[in-house]
């Protein structure tokens, strides 16, 4: 899952034009309040509710459930902690082991979210991934990864999608906030359409359906939902040349947030993608929004450190799934 990368230095940061709206005078004001009739009012009204209905909507407010509800651990079950009833956890890292849990169901299409406070002070080396992936040898995958760093250094987070077994798609940003200080929302809007990794419900990557194109596209092998925190000081920092520091150990990330909104694997495949009644299915998910595209511009120029559709060194050819990308 995990690909190795030497350190890139990232795009200056380009300052984001806005328009500047002119006032009126006072004057001017209240003669075209005085000439306003009722017929302008109700097209004005008109033209607002239009531009209301062609926005995609933001996603809904997950519903806060204990882990216990959806989630299981995995592995070294003495380094998760409960606390609040179940309704957060902790995952500690030692030089011993890291640990991980999984969802109790797997989903075809849906919206998945986690809160997450990531390792403070200096994470070198360490990973915590949170991630959707199917089970077979030519597998889908969805993922969140988080590389520390050293103290005063921000966090990358770096994306991967892996369709039909094939990935090698990492985009990588910057955060801008520091995300060990509170809770942060990262999320995944998957349908038959789309893909959107979402911060704080900022879009931050989509990934389009492009089988027209001949790119494999996730809709027919349901994912479970993973998260872990484990050891990578071979790769995760500089490309390994920051080492983890296991004097300043146990490593803690702490989650809350459980709640899993997504087609059953239970049910049959073919009805997942075709039903249309849940919000995540609708229309005004099948794109974003002029806003939203706004929103991911800002994080691609002020945020992007790496993405793989525009490395020509690694891919001399454009791969066909990027011609859909709007910034590329």
């Known amino acids: 899952m995990w690909m190795k990368l030497d350190p890139i230095k990232g795009p200056p940061l380009l300052p984001i034009s806005s328009s500047q709206l002119k006032p009126l005078s006072h004057s001017l004001c209240v003669a075209q309040t005085k000439?306003?009739?009722?017929?302008?009012?109700?097209l004005l009204l008109s033209l607002v509710l239009m531009v209301s209905a062609t926005m995609a909507a933001p996603p809904r407010r997950p519903v806060a459930v204990p882990f216990g509800r959806n989630y299981q651990p995995t592995w070294a079950f003495d380094?998760?902690?409960?606390y609040n009833g179940g309704n957060e956890?902790?995952?500690?890292?030692?030089?011993?082991?890291?640990?991980?849990?999984?969802?109790?169901?797997?989903?075809?299409?849906?919206?998945?979210?986690?809160?997450?406070?990531?390792?403070?002070?200096?994470?070198?080396?360490?990973?915590?991934?949170?991630?959707?992936?199917?089970?077979?040898?030519?597998?889908?995958?969805?993922?969140?990864?988080?590389?520390?760093?050293?103290?005063?250094?921000p966090y990358i987070l770096q994306t991967n999608v892996f369709t039909g077994g094939k990935g090698d798609r990492e985009q990588r940003i910057f955060l801008w906030f520091d995300?060990?200080?509170?809770?942060?929302?990262?999320?995944?809007?998957?349908?038959?359409?789309?893909?959107?990794?979402?911060?704080?419900?900022?879009p931050i990557r989509v990934f389009k359906n492009s089988k027209d194109l001949g790119v494999k596209f996730p809709f027919n092998q349901p994912m479970k939902l993973y998260s872990s925190l484990w050891?990578?000081?071979?790769?995760?920092?500089?490309?390994?040349?920051?080492?983890?520091?296991?004097?300043?150990?146990?490593?803690?990330a702490t989650y809350r947030g459980f709640h899993i909104d997504g087609c059953e694997a239970s049910v049959e495949a073919k009805y997942c993608a075709t039903q249309g009644k849940r919000w995540w299915d609708q229309k005004e998910f099948q794109d974003l929004d002029a806003y939203q595209w706004r929103r991911l511009r800002w994080v691609r120029q002020r945020f992007t450190i790496y993405n793989y559709c525009t490395d020509r060194t690694r891919y001399p050819s454009l791969p066909a799934e990027c011609k859909r990308d709007r910034d590329i």
Request: no cysteine.
């Open 35 to 42: 000439m306003a009739s009722y017929k302008q009012w109700t």
């Open 79 to 82: 380094h998760i902690k409960y």
């Open 89 to 153: 956890i902790q995952l500690h890292l030692d030089k011993y082991t890291g640990t991980g849990f999984q969802s109790k169901g797997s989903y075809l299409f849906g919206h998945f979210h986690m809160q997450i406070k990531l390792v403070p002070g200096d994470s070198a080396g360490t990973v915590t991934a949170f991630y959707l992936s199917s089970t077979n040898s030519e597998h889908d995958e969805i993922d969140f990864e988080f590389l520390g760093n050293r103290t005063g250094q």
């Open 179 to 202: 995300p060990t200080k509170e809770y942060h929302s990262y999320s995944v809007l998957w349908n038959l359409y789309q893909i959107v990794f979402l911060v704080d419900d900022i």
């Open 231 to 252: 050891n990578a000081d071979d790769w995760a920092t500089r490309g390994g040349l920051e080492k983890t520091d296991w004097s300043k150990a146990p490593f803690v």
